[in-house]
């Protein structure tokens, strides 16, 4: 089992940065791919990014591309969100969540039902 707690969510100014944090319990943390999604009032989740087990690979929407990234630190059992050039549309709930199978070897299926292992979300608003 993982459970998840995301923080560093906030307001901020259009263009402005915010690091999203995830930590994570559980002994399966280092062995599992990572994922960030949002979820804007009346939208679907819709997926951000996802980390590898090892870090090594990642991929992203291409709404976030380029300004977004997303990073593990497996020994702090923590990923990450750096968020920047923030735009009015990114508003939503952050959720990370964490893959349901281990040792997945590609992390370009955005799905959230790869995912078995849910935060409860943390509020970004982008104040245009």
């Known amino acids: 089992q993982v459970q998840l707690v995301e923080s560093g969510g906030g307001l901020v100014q259009a263009g402005g940065s915010l690091r999203l944090s995830c930590a994570a319990s559980?002994?399966?943390?280092?062995?599992?791919?990572l994922a960030w999604f949002r979820q804007a009032p009346g939208k679907e989740r819709e997926f951000g990014a996802a980390?590898?087990?090892?870090?090594?690979?990642?991929y992203y929407a291409d709404s976030v591309k380029g300004r977004f990234t997303i990073s593990r630190d497996n020994a702090k059992r923590t990923v990450y969100l750096q968020m920047n050039s923030l735009k009015p549309e990114d508003t939503a709930v952050y959720f990370c969540?964490?893959?349901?199978?281990?040792?997945?070897?590609?992390?370009?299926?955005?799905?959230?039902?790869?995912?078995?292992?849910w935060g409860q979300g943390t509020q970004v608003t982008v104040d245009s």
């Open positions: 980390i590898g087990w090892s870090g090594s690979s990642t």
């Open positions: 969540a964490a893959d349901r199978v281990l040792y997945r070897t590609s992390v370009n299926n955005p799905a959230p039902r790869e995912y078995g292992f």
């Open positions: 559980g002994r399966t943390f280092s062995m599992r791919a």
